[in-house]
Nanobody, 124 residues
Framework: QVQLVEAGGGLVQAGGSLRLSCVAS????????MGWFRQAPGKEREIVAA????????YYRDSVKGRFTISRDNAKNTVYLQINSLKPDDTAIYYC?????????????????WGQGTQVTVSS
């Protein structure tokens, strides 16, 4: 069984930064793509960023390009999301998820294990 544990969320002012982390249990972490999703109150879950198994390929939704950076450290079974220039619209619960294959998908059905989420709140 794979477990994903996120950390790093919090309350920040607009323009601030956070670094989210997600640690995965198990030895096969490096075999799979990873993704970060978020869900704001009253809204559907949406993908924020994704990274391939090796880290050589990444994806970002348009609204976060240039502000968010996804990275991974396979030796530490950890995926990160660096969030800069935070906006109130970024307020949401952020979830990490493990892809079903080495290559990421742009939808949640392409991921089979999910963390419990970490809250990010941005004040204006």
């Amino acid at each position: 069984q794979v477990q994903l544990v996120e950390a790093g969320g919090g309350l920040v002012q607009a323009g601030g930064s956070l670094r989210l982390s997600c640690v995965a249990s198990g030895r096969a972490f490096s075999f799979y793509a990873m993704g970060w999703f978020r869900q704001a109150p009253g809204k559907e879950r949406e993908i924020v960023a994704a990274i391939s198994w090796s880290g050589s390929s990444t994806y970002y939704r348009d609204s976060v390009k240039g502000r968010f950076t996804i990275s991974r450290d396979n030796a530490k079974n950890t995926v990160y999301l660096q969030i800069n220039s935070l906006k109130p619209d970024d307020t949401a619960i952020y979830y990490c998820a493990r892809g079903r294959t080495r290559h990421y998908e742009g939808v949640g059905t392409g991921y089979d294990y999910w963390g419990q989420g970490t809250q990010v709140t941005v004040s204006s």
